[in-house]
């Protein structure tokens, strides 16, 4: 009797949080098992409808919208989109006929992974952020296993589904040389280096804060400052700074995991892939957590690790005020820095895409796993 490979559908998206998390799965599942017929379901106006593609996999349009928390005439479309939805999932349920269905969150999860549900498929979820997402705590009942990233979120799932496998990484993080991170940026072996970087399209905050104290980050002979402005905002700031010996200053880093092992610090957001980054590289942090995203969830992600040691949480709102302080302190402390570089490595899960692939074969029946 012959077996068909295994069939898996992966939904999430909107943001890269939610995206890359699942082609690190995808692409694990395809290491261990190469047969196996993975696709994708998302939306053609996010960034999964481009991300998706370039890394090898199908991805099948669903149409869906967030629901504005405030009055909004958006709001008006909601069902409209939701019901179309919802309709395209059962179809692409019964089309493909996935063996396992894995969530990654953002809204098009949400009717993908119930329509697979009302069908009896199992479903795996996969949580980022500290404090779960609104579409995973509602599927949370419906999944057979929930992966999460953050010992914090497991309160928000039923008990006995969660496992704390941490975020998906990029592999490359893991093979990466301080000696060759310092050869690439052209920094001294003996020097202590800032790792300064708000995201691909950068941190208006961190950057005006960075700008604002760049002497005295500069002021220390031994200091190095690697500064990522994001493409937003390097035209604007590129003629206002002066050209120092010890500043590279950058619109966008090709090379993150260079970057991470060239750093004694980094000042960054407190987003979950860059918070699971930071502990697979056993980089310490200064984490400024973004006000402005849902639920306030990197003010939680940072909370994690700064009880954990392996980082300072420091509000936006004293940014301003502290930063060069706190940036001088933790640099001119030696033993703070490898008391925080233990902790984090002691939380690193650099397995976390393998161990998650390994349980959604064994949700879809694989006897490999």
Not at 127 to 137: D, I, L, P, R
Not at 149 to 163: C, D
Not at 357 to 365: E, F, S, T, Y
């Amino acid at each position: 009797m012959t077996h068909r490979a295994p069939r898996i559908l992966f939904a999430g998206g909107g943001t890269g949080g939610h995206v890359y998390p699942a082609i690190a799965i995808a692409d694990a599942v395809r290491e261990i098992e190469p047969d196996a017929v993975i696709e994708f379901a998302g939306t053609r106006e996010r960034m999964e409808w481009q991300a998706v593609p370039k890394a090898g996999y199908a991805i099948h349009p669903i149409t869906v919208s967030g629901f504005q928390r405030s009055l909004s005439a958006r709001n008006l479309s909601f069902p409209v989109k939701l019901g179309r939805g919802m309709a395209q999932s059962l179809a692409l349920i019964k089309g493909f006929d996935p063996d396992v269905v894995v969530g990654t969150g953002g809204y098009v999860s949400g009717p993908v992974l119930l329509a697979a549900s009302l069908r009896r498929k199992p479903i795996v979820l996969q949580e980022q952020n500290a404090y779960a997402g609104m579409t995973n705590k509602l599927l949370g009942k419906r999944a057979g296993s929930i992966h999460i990233a953050f010992p914090e979120a497991e309160p928000y799932f039923p008990a006995g589904r969660t496992v704390l496998s941490g975020n998906p990484t990029r592999r490359a993080l893991l093979e990466a040389t301080r000696e060759a991170g310092r050869a690439h940026f052209d920094i001294p072996a003996d020097a202590r280096t800032l790792f300064v970087f708000g995201g691909s399209l950068g941190s208006g905050a961190i950057n005006d804060a960075v700008e604002r104290h760049l002497d005295s980050l500069l002021a220390d002979e031994s200091h190095y400052l690697l500064w990522q402005t994001g493409e937003r905002y390097f035209d604007a700031i590129r003629p206002r700074i002066t050209e120092h010996p010890r500043l590279r200053l950058m619109k966008y880093v090709d090379r993150m995991d260079l970057a991470y092992a060239a750093s004694d610090l980094a000042l960054c957001r407190a987003g979950a892939i860059t918070c699971s980054e930071l502990l697979v590289t056993a980089t310490p942090a200064v984490l400024v957590p973004s006000p402005n995203v849902a639920e306030d969830h990197q003010t939680k992600n940072a909370q994690s690790l700064e009880r954990a040691g392996a980082a300072d949480l420091l509000p936006e709102t004293r940014l301003q005020a502290d930063l060069a302080d706190t940036v001088a302190s933790r640099l001119g402390d030696e033993a703070m820095l490898e008391r925080m570089t233990k902790a984090a490595g002691s939380l690193a899960r650099p397995d976390a895409a393998d161990n998650i692939a390994r349980d959604v074969l064994r949700h879809a029946g694989y006897a490999g796993a």
